[in-house]
């Protein structure tokens, strides 16, 4: 069974910095492009950053980029996204999903992060 | 890129049909047939209904149908039933940089 269990969220004041996890497993990780997509509260979903099966492709969303980085260990079955500079509109539920050719067929529950003074 | 439009909510009665469009442009819907769509339930993860325009993954029931015309992509339930209520939102790819682009979402209500 495939299995994605997000961590690291929490709350903090604006410009700190996050980092984020996501532990994959029931599946050959090293296979699959991963992502990250956020939720804000009462809002819809938002994709922030891509990653190839080998980190030789990553994309951010505007809204992140030169702010957040994604990275993966495929040795350690795990995604992750530092996040740095936060700001208060990226107050969100952080989900983590497997790429499967341009769709996102599995995710894991999310992590919450919150950004406020 | 800017999000998709969807329409914010739409219902209908145990039975019926509805259909939920999305709307991008010539850069995004248009331009791939990688428009995929997904339920979300409250407080429960996004779960993939619909992808590449047309294709039900296992297990999703074939009342859920997708299209694609022009850069209008749309989704239709057939035989609503209670458990189809949910928030619906869809996505297509967006090229190598904005990987994906999602629409704002649609409340579905089953009367």
């Known amino acids: 069974e495939v299995q994605l269990v997000e961590s690291g969220g929490g709350s903090v004041q604006p410009g700190r910095s996050l980092r984020l996890s996501c532990a994959a497993s029931?599946?050959?990780?090293?296979?699959?492009?991963m992502h990250w997509v956020r939720q804000a509260p009462g809002k819809g979903l938002e994709w922030v950053s891509g990653?190839?099966?080998?980190?030789?492709?990553?994309a951010y969303a505007d809204s992140v980029k030169g702010r957040f980085t994604i990275s993966r260990d495929n040795a350690r079955n795990s995604l992750y996204l530092q996040m740095n500079s936060l700001r208060p509109e990226d107050t969100a539920l952080y989900y983590c999903?497997?790429?499967?050719?341009?769709?996102?067929?599995?995710w894991g529950q999310g992590t919450q992060v919150s950004v406020s003074s | 890129q800017s999000a998709l439009t969807q329409p914010r909510s739409v219902s209908g009665s145990p039975g019926q049909s509805v259909t939920i469009s999305c709307t991008g442009t010539?850069?995004?819907?248009?331009?791939?047939?990688?428009v995929s769509w997904y339920q979300q339930h409250p407080g429960k993860a996004p779960k993939l209904m619909i992808y590449?325009?047309?294709r039900r993954p296992s297990g999703v029931p074939d009342r859920f149908s997708g299209s694609k015309s022009g850069n209008t992509a749309s989704l239709t339930i057939s035989g609503l039933q209670a458990e189809d209520e949910a928030d619906y939102y869809c996505?297509?790819?967006?090229?190598?940089?904005?990987?994906?682009?999602f629409g704002g979402g649609t409340k579905l209500t089953v009367l």
């Open positions: 996505c297509s790819y967006g090229g190598s940089y904005t990987f994906a682009l």
């Open positions: 990653i190839s099966w080998n980190s030789d492709n990553i």
């Open positions: 010539s850069s995004d819907v248009g331009a791939y047939d990688y």
């Open positions: 999903a497997r790429d499967q050719t341009s769709k996102f067929d599995h």
């Open positions: 029931g599946f050959t990780f090293d296979a699959y492009a």
């Open positions: 590449d325009v047309t």
